[in-house]
Each structure stands twice: as structure tokens, then as C-alpha cells.
């Protein structure tokens, strides 16, 4: 199959098929916490978790008192014009339609009430054409639930949740804070509300083998999520997981072996599954280890070279046997 060229099925291909333009991802700060890092749960958050909640590229939200609706707006809106004059200058042209993505800690942590005025102020402005959400699947209410339906008729609201592995000893050494029938619970109510469902998964976690790795890809194939996202793992300075790199250094995936995982694990995904990511970025200031994540160029440009030279297309199945 073939993607307008591409070997999956891409968000850049979906996008244009559903809104006939590009449409650029701009990631916003909903100003909020997570109950892994405000006591509810633990006060030091994922382990890999940098100090900006893993929003390290998002605009941030100006200070603004949560009751005030018009002054959150107005700090909302200001968000994007920030965000899209980066692209502008980066571009030198404004492509003029966006996806607003609440990235930063988990962006359904807050009354129902502050998130209806953040959520729509992103949604009325003209260029937004999706409402993305990243959130755990712990912080999700029926009342949030009813809110993201009520939205979704406005505009297309994707959840993204943060599920990262399967694996329950994994789970427990990242500190998610949440089983694995916890996600499959928000995922059956998120999908009874007829959102879309977008998740997470960081391959190259400690301890985890190529096996368990597909284990985890080979699980989401088999349920209703929309789109999906393959991150390498990122030792980020400022984590508790660069602490424990530096005191008990452990082995971090090397360029090939991470392309070679990728395209296994495209070879599982059904093709209606959305491609949202292949690799991640890491800010170069803080990015510890692996450093060759750090050249996207290469890393892109290896990938789509390994997918021609082994035939790999989404859903094709694994062609090579599972490393032992």
C-alpha cells in the first residue's frame, strides 16, 4: 500500500485527506499539574519526565486567574499567534491551519469549568482545525468525557493518553501510576463517547526486551485506537532517569536497531491506524542520551531507505523473526 509515498499512513497524509491542506501541530501549555507530581499519586513525576512535563517545545501560558474567562482566552489565543509566528518564521509563509496540542503534564487535571473556557478558546480561533488533548487515562471523568464529546461536535478532539508499556514491571520502574486495566477502561468509555484515541508508547524503556517492546505494539493492534505514537526513549537532563543513567549507566538504543524495531512495528499496526510519530524529539539542550537522535535528517532519511530495501509497509505483518 501506498500513502502518498509513504509506506504507512502518516497524520501529514491523513490530514490532508481530511482537511486538504497541511495542517501543522502547535503545542500549548493547558497550565496545569498531574497527580504524579502534586502528591496525589507522587510528587516526582514519570521518570523520564523533564521539568516541563514533556512540553519542552510548547508556548507557555501566561498568567491568568482561572476564573476569569475572557483573560483566559485572550492567554490561550496569544498561545497560538506565538506558536504560529514560529512556523511563519521558520516557513516564511503561514499555512494558516493547526492542530492545538495541550501537551505539557496532563491537560484533563483541572474543574471541569476552567477546562470548557481553556478548550474553546483554542477551538474558536479560525486556523484550528483539531483539538488534541495529551492526559492519563486516570483523569478522566464522565464529566470531562461529556465536555470532550460536546467539543467534538465543534471540531475534531483527539485524547491522547500516555500508556508507554504494557509490561507491568516496566510500568512500576517509570512510576506511571496506573495498571493496565485503568487504560483499557478510558479507553472503552473515551470510544462510548466517540472520541479518537491516540497512545503513547516509548520504546528502548530499561529492562525491556525487542520482544516485549513488540509485545506492546502487537497489544494496540488489536484494539480500537485511531493513532499511535512510537517515541524513543530520550535521557533527558533534569530527570530522574539521568540521575540513574549516571549512577548505573544502562544500554540506550543505537540508530539501527531502533530503525529495525520501527519498521516491525509499522509491519503490526492495521493501516487505519494513524502514524502520529516514528521517533520523538528531545531538546539538544537537555538531551543526554542517545545523541544520535539528535540528527532527525538522518535518522528520517535512514528509515525511509530501510523501509524500501525490505519491502515494509503498515500491516504487511513482521517479515524477520523477533530478535532472541
Partial sequence: MNWNGKPYHALDFEMKQRFGTKVYKIALDGGMTCPNRDGTLDTRGC????????????????????????ALAAAVQAQIEEASAKILRKLGTSPGAYIAYFQSYTNTYAPVSYLRKLFSAALEHPDVKVLSIATRPDCLSEEILSLCEELNRIKPVWLELGLQTIHPQTAAFIRRGYELDCFENALKRLRAHGLEVIVHVILGLPGESRDQMLDTVRYLSHRDIQGIKLQLLHVLEGTDLAEIYRREPFPVMEMDAYLDLILDCIALLPPEIVIHRITGDGPKSLLLAPLWSANKRLVLNTLTRRFRERGIYQGCGLTLPSAP
Avoid: E, R, V, Y
Avoid at 56 to 62: E, K, Q, S, Y
Fill in 47 to 70: 521518570i523520564f519526565c523533564s521539568a516541563g512535563g514533556s512540553g519542552d517545545f510548547a508556548a507557555h501560558l501566561h498568567p491568568t486567574s482561572a476564573d476569569d474567562g475572557h
